[in-house]
């Protein structure tokens, strides 16, 4: 099948087999398009995956995980409520401005204020402009979150300029400090990047950028075999055997800390029994899932981040796959013949969609799956439209707080990520008092308690944890992998 579909795209494309490409620029698959051009408004990994290379922010995650240099230099807390952030001087924006502490000022109160974010920069009070290249964030209550939550996409700076201009509507023209800039935007096609010759970290070997939405995984394959894209950002595994021994592609396999899930809206009738939805989670083998969907490339997880993450909850979750007990539940409770309806999207999670439904049938659960565009699917979810959905989550913070609050939160409903509708005064306040608490032992342990709450409730089922595949023309160099997902293509180049 695989080389059916590539004679007729070799037939559109006049695939060769020599390199007709241009080393000027590179072409990136995109699994989804990008749902908006604005930082402050994103909820979305693909919107993350292009914003970064427009915008930055004061701080950076670095490729093993900690927190680098951004457009800050250096910071530091003066008191546990006062965090001062000592700017880079002679940066340019796209537009030409030079950016100083009043464009900072002026991003971090727009971010703070955003429906979509204002939960992340909740604990900022103010910030107060020291000189033209200091300045120092107020916060409520000490915070020791905030410098993750600086480093997240959302937490770009834009030119004073334009939010005076704007205010809170959209973003539309996209102007930042970063590697690349706009120069044509078209959504469900692609987004094309021009780059920054001004760029602070010194501009990018490759003059274009361009982002091209392929939603088909065949399709992102194939083109990445015969040159029409020279990266894919997102391999799906049934692809692996056929890519991996192709002399001139090369495959980066990527331990995401992410993870994906089945959630349930608590908000929904049919869900409100908790009997059920502990049903759902011993009806499911998930490494059947991991071995069929992703062919082995992945493990089994029972919490929202992984062990790598302060805060981890490692304790076995004791409610394992048990089909029979699952079947007994749904008996027992009255629930056989139960209808339900799980929404996704294409590509892996309508194939974990269908086995879901095969194993929920097996106990007496009838399963309606619905496949939406991506765009569509997050309205429909951000409006509580739904039942079960499933869905990823990557902690672009680096930090507990970013999902424990940013999901199971109840200040999160609304925001468009708490898309179960949970809500748990305790587990509330377990977050909260964790927010706020500087002993890293006590932290670590209201972060534990609140997840076993959360296990407890089962407004999830916690599924896997992808070994993602990133496919590059070889001779392509230069990738940084950002445990996050969050990637970085400025510094890439042809050998």
């Known amino acids: 099948m695989n080389q059916i579909l590539l004679l007729l795209l070799c037939f559109f494309v006049s695939c060769s087999s020599e390199e007709t490409f241009d080393k000027s620029q590179v072409i990136v698959a995109l699994s989804a398009s990008p749902i908006t051009k604005d930082a402050h408004k994103v909820t979305d990994n693909i919107s993350r995956s292009v914003g970064v290379h427009l915008y930055d922010g004061l701080v950076m995650i670095q490729t093993n995980g900690t927190y680098g240099p951004g457009l800050a230099t250096s910071w530091e807390y003066i008191d546990p409520k006062k965090l001062q952030m000592n700017l880079r001087t002679n940066v340019l924006f796209h537009n030409g401005e030079l950016m100083t502490a009043d464009d900072v000022v002026a991003s971090l109160d727009r971010v703070r204020t955003t429906p979509e974010s204002q939960n992340l920069y909740a604990k900022i009070d103010n910030i107060t402009k020291i000189d033209d290249y200091t300045i120092v964030i107020n916060l409520t209550d000490p915070f020791p979150s905030m410098i993750g939550y600086l480093s997240h996409p959302k937490a770009a700076i834009y030119p004073k300029s334009q939010i005076d ?6 973003v539309e023209n996209p102007i930042g400090t970063g590697p690349y800039s ?48 020279q990266a894919v ?233 992808r070994l993602y595949i990133l496919g590059f023309k070889k001779g392509l160099k230069g990738v940084e992998i950002i445990p996050t997902g969050d990637h970085r293509l400025h510094r890439l180049y042809y050998e």
Do not use: C
């Not at 959504?187 to 021009?194: E, M, S």
């Open 182 to 229: 706009n120069e044509e935007w078209i959504h469900g096609d692609r987004i094309t990047l021009k780059a920054n010759p001004n760029y602070w970290g010194g501009a990018p070997a490759i003059e274009t950028l361009v982002f091209k939405v392929v939603l088909d995984g065949n399709v992102r394959a194939i083109s990445l075999e015969t040159g029409d894209v």
């Open 165 to 170: 201009k704007i205010g809170m509507d959209t």
């Open 233 to 465: 950002m997102d391999i799906d595994a049934t692809h692996l055997d056929s890519l991996k021994d192709q002399d001139d592609i090369e495959l980066i396999k990527f331990d995401y800390v992410g993870i994906d899930y089945l959630g349930f809206n608590m908000q929904s009738p049919a869900l409100a029994n908790k009997k059920l939805r502990e049903a759902i989670v011993m009806a499911i083998d998930k490494q059947a899932i991991i071995d069929v969907v992703l062919f082995g490339l992945g493990k089994p997880v029972e919490a929202l981040f992984d062990h790598r993450m302060f805060g981890a909850l490692t304790e076995p979750d004791p409610m394992s796959y048990n089909p029979e007990m699952a079947k007994k539940i749904i008996e027992e409770e009255g629930l056989t013949g139960t209808k339900l309806t799980i929404l996704a999207n294409e590509g892996t999670r309508s194939k974990t969609a269908e086995i879901i439904q095969s194993y929920l049938k097996e106990v007496g659960i009838e399963i309606e799956i619905k496949i939406l565009e991506w765009g569509t699917y997050l309205d429909t979810l951000r409006q509580g439209k739904h039942q079960l959905f499933l869905l990823g989550w990557s902690n672009s913070a680096f930090d507990p707080d970013s999902s424990l609050h940013t999901i199971f939160h109840t200040e999160s409903i609304g925001s468009g990520y708490n898309k179960n509708f949970y809500s748990n005064p305790e587990v509330d306040k377990l977050i909260n008092l964790a927010a706020v608490e500087l002993n890293e032992k006590k932290r670590a342990t209201y972060y534990e308690d609140a997840q076993r709450l959360i296990r407890n409730d089962r407004p999830s089922v916690f599924l896997f944890a």
